[in-house]
């Protein structure tokens, strides 16, 4: 059976800074970037689609290589996403590389970096989730509970009933991905003090 600490180590913020993190944000500074800003439409995909290809190959296929007209694609796809969150679109991309405007090209980038850092933690985080407990398991999502309820119980409030774990084995994703992200942020408190 799998145990809760080393479920808990694999998704130690640390753990996945050193595995993931940090080979993705070197990934980005080793990208030349000859310029802040792009002529016209077709050098904005060029850019964005070699700068894809770059970091795919470097930390998410070790290597492996797709063609420049994906790349292009799942870079645009990228921007235009991040740009919706801000009530934009991908010709605000494109305005903002041209222009220079709000970190041009430069940020760009790095929004393509950290969603493709972001996918990657996710798969990360999910694969520790199934290499721990199946997810057709229920009498292992059932025994991760228990251990988990046995050890940080008391500090969950007294509505919790630690006495019955398949009561929250269902969501026990959920539960211990909360419980991590609320240490993460505690510790992000006393880091800054």
Known sequence: MASIDSLLDELDERMIAERIGIPHD???????????TVRDFD??????????????????????????????GRAKEILEREYRRRNGDIVSAYNDA???????????????ADA?????VERYIRDAFHRHVAPNAWEQKVDIMRQFLSRFGPQLGPTIDVSRPERYAREHEELIRAFVRAL???SLVFRRL
């Open 43 to 72: 050098e904005f995909g060029d850019v964005v689609g070699r700068y894809y290809e770059h970091h795919f190959a470097a930390c998410v296929s070790s290597g492996g290589r797709l063609s420049h007209a994906e790349a292009r």
């Open 98 to 112: 041209h222009a220079g405007t709000n970190g041009g090209l430069r940020i760009l980038l790095d929004l393509i």
């Open 26 to 36: 070197e990934a980005r500074m080793r990208f030349p970037l000859k310029s802040n």
């Open 184 to 186: 993460q942020q505690t």
């Open 116 to 120: 493709l850092k972001a996918e990657t």
